[in-house]
């Protein structure tokens, strides 16, 4: 064993800067928004600033480089997050941003990926929970307590060993996520296909108001105190914010529970094809959607949202769920939404007054058929990806406890 912060021979602060002057080329920072769930850097985005050159010089990230998200986080993602820098760091000059701070390991002592995986289960195994503390919008480690965890370092070669072993493990979960993402890409595609951009309609499809093509007119969901929430399996689930994104509820069968009465059981439980809105949220979260399907029990939803049901002879769900995730809706919610501190609302006639395309109901069907082949896909891809993450989460409490 090894204090976490005996392992490192340099820690570097990140840089923030300023902006860059019109003639000035910057230099590249990475931001959180840069780290990807399997702990690898996307180079998508990165933002350029104007930083001292003496400090480039010395605070340059390079291969084999750990950083850790010291600042940020969020309820569903505590901080502590951590990403590896492999030979990509080396294409160009990188430095990491003030929310964060990178690790270079002792490599006499350890293996720097044995130490990213170690680093990552503390994130991953809710270890980091435990040392953050909670200031106003934000989440700052405790980053002294954090490098006091005891490290487990066995030899070198032992190191090495976990550290190949777990390196393809990861390699499989990254493949399957690009092939889940792949599929999202061509239902995109297969939209744009055969409608067209809604920015721009090519196609001119007709348009309508769409709360002259609904069965259910919006409708606010329930809302009940945290002392009605139960956690034994009585009561009836509920839909929440975060139980939807894309146009998808991510698991109902997952879903929080609470006691309600018969009166709400009525009023606020959801039906096949419903669609739900979220109507306050930060702004950039504002009217995201979720269609409802494969209900099994009862199911209510809760206050932030709003439920809907359209016409199923002039609109197929699966297409208007999708279009409602356009940025074509998500401009005409911005144009309605009523901000206020930290978060926005639309109402139920913003919802009632979205112009949405009607293309042939034919046509809508032929897409979602489409929608239904590649779910079927991407559900054997998912349940393929689960398995790995528990022989990953098995691994990762063998090695490191």
């Not at 007709?206 to 399996?233: A, C, F, R």
């Not at 309600?260 to 995201?288: F, Q, T």
């Amino acid at each position: 064993m090894a204090r976490l912060g005996d392992v490192f021979e340099i820690q570097i602060t990140g840089e923030w800067g300023s902006e860059c002057t019109e003639n000035e080329t910057g230099t590249k920072v990475l931001r959180t928004t840069n780290f990807t769930p399997e702990g690898r850097i996307s180079y998508d985005d990165v933002v350029v600033r104007s930083i001292n050159e003496s400090k480039v010089e010395k605070k340059r990230l390079h291969c084999g480089d750990i950083i850790l998200e010291k600042s940020g986080g969020t309820e569903k993602t505590p901080v502590g997050r951590v990403v590896f820098c492999d030979e990509s760091i080396e294409e160009s000059i990188y430095l990491c941003n003030n929310f964060t701070q990178a690790m270079r390991v002792n490599q006499t002592i350890a293996i720097p990926r044995y130490v990213f995986y170690f680093m990552w289960n503390l994130h991953c195994s809710g270890r980091t929970d435990l040392l953050q503390n909670k200031t106003t919008g934000i989440r700052n480690l405790q980053v002294k307590s954090y490098l006091n965890e005891e490290c487990p370092l066995p030899t070198l070669d032992e190191q090495r060993k976990i550290a190949v072993v777990l390196d393809k493990v990861s390699d499989l979960i990254a493949k399957r996520r690009q092939q889940l993402n792949k599929l999202d890409e061509m239902v995109k595609a297969r939209f744009i296909e055969m409608f067209g951009d809604p920015m721009t309609n090519p196609h001119n499809l007709p348009k309508v108001i769409l709360g002259s093509v609904l069965t259910i007119e919006p409708q606010n969901g329930l809302y009940k105190p945290q002392s009605d929430y139960v956690s034994d399996g009585t009561g009836v689930p509920i839909l929440r914010i975060d139980s939807f994104y894309g146009g998808k509820v991510s698991n109902l069968s997952s879903l929080k529970r609470l006691i309600c009465s018969e009166i709400e059981l009525k009023r606020y439980s959801l039906y096949e094809n419903d669609i739900v809105i979220n109507r306050v949220n930060s702004i950039e979260y504002l009217g995201k959607c979720g269609l409802i399907q494969g209900l099994v029990e009862n199911t209510v939803f809760e206050s932030n949202m709003m439920r809907l049901h359209v016409d199923e002879h002039k609109f197929h769900p699966v297409y208007i769920t999708k279009l409602l995730c356009s940025e074509f809706i998500y401009q005409q919610i911005l144009r309605r939404a009523k901000k206020a501190v930290n978060q926005a609302s639309i109402n139920q006639k913003d919802v009632q007054s979205f112009v949405v395309y009607m293309p042939p109901i034919e046509q809508q069907d032929q897409f979602a058929a489409f929608v239904a082949q590649t779910d079927k896909s991407k559900l054997a891809i998912q349940k393929s990806l689960e398995k790995l993450e528990i022989l990953k989460k098995a691994l990762m409490q063998k090695y490191f406890g």
